[in-house]
């Protein structure tokens, strides 16, 4: 069975270009993005690592600690980051997990448990290591989504679905389509409108389902 929404993360040991790490202990009181790939040194993965490099304020404002995955060595992602780092224009001061054993992988069910690199692997292998999960500070998994080799992933989308969830998990209110910070959240259809009008005080009735109100700041 795959991991689903809400589910507790594998709990794991893996060594990372910057020491070894125990995920859960890791992850601490904060929110985590863990961001997998197939291989070192490919052509979009870089893009993508140079992307998130270039968002570490951002995450640093949110709370939310990232960590990379590939399932190559710590030497090799020693190389990778300055190669990344390079494009970038920004340090990459994450940790890339060096998931070589694909137990990582396989726990977070990007691959079946008989999956095996041979030698002279390349991404082809790997191709399904292509995932985000964005966990909360309870260790349960939040979100999930899941790129082809060939499109690279909207680290903006990500950032916007981490505040969504920051939002709605800490205000018992929920974010419609293309909701970005600032804008009017939705009010859950188990509050009453009189419970509501106590908690948010204006809102607004679109249908009986939908209403609206300012976000809690």
Same mark, same amino acid.
């Not at 197939?38 to 404002?61: H, I, N, R, Y």
């Not at 190389?79 to 001061?93: H, L, T, V």
């Not at 409108?193 to 679109?206: I, S």
């Given at each position: ?5 809400? !589910?507790? *993360? ?21 929110? +985590? ?6 291989? /070192?040194?490919?052509? *979009?993965? $870089?893009?993508?690592?140079? +992307? *998130? ?6 995450? !640093?404002?949110?709370?939310?600690? #990232?960590?990379?995955?590939? #399932? ?10 300055? &190669? ?16 070589? /054993?694909?137990? #990582?992988?396989?726990?977070? &069910? ?6 095996? @690199?041979?030698?002279?692997? $390349?991404?082809? /292998? ?11 500070? !309870?260790?349960?998994?939040? @979100? ?6 060939? *499109? =690279? ?10 505040? =969504? ?9 929920? $974010? ?8 009017? #959240? ?14 948010? =005080? ?9 209403? $609206? ?5």
């Amino acid at each position: 069975m795959g991991l689903r929404i809400n !589910d507790i *993360v594998p709990n794991f040991t893996a060594q990372t270009d910057k020491g070894e790490i125990k995920f859960h202990d890791w992850i601490g009181d904060s929110w +985590a993005i863990l961001f997998s790939h197939p291989k /070192d040194f490919t052509p *979009v993965c $870089t893009t993508e690592f140079g +992307a *998130v490099s270039q968002l570490a304020d951002e995450w !640093d404002k949110r709370g939310c600690k #990232v960590i990379g995955l590939s #399932v190559d060595s710590v030497e090799e992602h020693h190389g990778w980051k300055k &190669d990344i780092e390079s494009y970038a224009s920004a340090k990459a001061g994450f940790p890339i997990i060096a998931d070589e /054993d694909l137990a #990582v992988s396989k726990a977070f &069910d990007m691959l079946p448990a008989d999956a095996y @690199l041979p030698d002279g692997s $390349t991404a082809a /292998d790997s191709a399904s290591v292509r995932s985000v999960f964005i966990i909360g500070p !309870d260790k349960q998994l939040k @979100l999930s989504m899941t790129y082809p080799m060939n *499109v =690279g992933r909207n680290f903006a989308e990500v950032l916007r679905a981490l505040d =969504g969830l920051q939002m709605a998990n800490g205000n018992g209110v929920a $974010t419609p389509a293309n909701w970005t910070a600032g804008q009017d #959240v939705i009010i859950p259809t188990s509050v009453s409108d009189q419970d509501a009008a106590a908690k948010f =005080g204006e809102f607004t009735t679109v249908f009986p389902y939908l209403r $609206t109100t300012k976000a809690p700041s």
